[in-house]
């Protein structure tokens, strides 16, 4: 008989518990060092992707002509509309090369609520725009347009794009509403409102675009290579909320100012108003426009945060009061629709 304490199944458990724990320090240093590999591949991933999108942030014309894909006919079509002569034959060829416009006309329309006969479909662009009316129109193409260039997918944020475009459009009804009651003109001041965000759009759609186009080529590049390690961890990369929500704070104001610029509006005067609210250091200094369009966004955005319940009264205060925005005006817009565009057929 021998003592359990000293039997040679306990000496080999021992041993067993030894080589488990040298085991399992080992891995510990192991995944230190891939999780440091890991760390490394994304830093250098997405320090290429922000110097690819400055440098694509710094071509105009590329972002302009190729991200946005801005045909001259829009800001034309725009220019006409502003004009106190303005009449619907001068934008009809205009709107004709435009596809995606003639489809988007035809279709507003057939819409039941706007169709005069129910057995009726209108299939001409030309008759559309003659049905739909100058007045209408001056609603209806800032809209389209702004709509036309919102990115086409804002995965992996989903409800981007309805942010964008519900934002855009309640930015440009508020800023009519004030344009209204100050007697100044609805038209300008609803289109500076509509496209005082079209940098938003241009960052998001050339960030989200560069970072799939890095991304597959830089995976693809390591599976052609055969090195495992790499194509694993790139793989896992996610796009940066981050790294976009910097570029929109430090780029979307002044590259709307831009990209309206190379607009060359000969009539609208949205340039100026646009460009102070790039630039201008206080509401005071901004075109009259700019200051209606400033307090549209803070209204908007003091909403949405309200609405959410990520903003209290001190900081409510603090928001409106920076735009001067007064508590008559506050109550006008709070009775207004400004969610929703409303057309008058006859």
Known sequence: MVDHQGSEQENRRRELLSVEVQAQQEKIIAEHGEEHFRKQTKLNFFSRLRTQINSDFDNKEHLYHYILGIE???????DILS??????????????SLPW??????SLVNKPQYRKRAD??????KLALSYIGLDNLKLVMPTFTLKHWLPTSTAPYGLMKRKLWNDSLSIALASRVLAKEQGLDEFTAFTTGMLSNIGRLAVTRCYLTKFSEMHKKEVREAFEKKDKRLHNVLSKIETSEGLLLEQLIMRSSQLSADLIEKMHFKRLAITEPIFDLAYADSIEKMHPIAQLVAKAKAY??????????????DESKK???TVNLTPAEITLLKKSDIDHIKLNFN
């Open 83 to 96: 004009a106190s002569a303005a009449s619907v034959n001068q934008i009809k060829d205009l709107a004709a």
């Open 72 to 78: 001259d006919a829009c800001p034309a079509i725009l």
């Open 300 to 313: 908007i955005a003091f909403r949405a945060l309200a609405k959410e319940e990520l903003i209290d009264s």
């Open 319 to 321: 928001l409106l009061s």
């Open 120 to 125: 009726v479909q209108v299939t001409d662009a």
């Open 101 to 106: 416009l003639t489809i988007d006309l035809i």
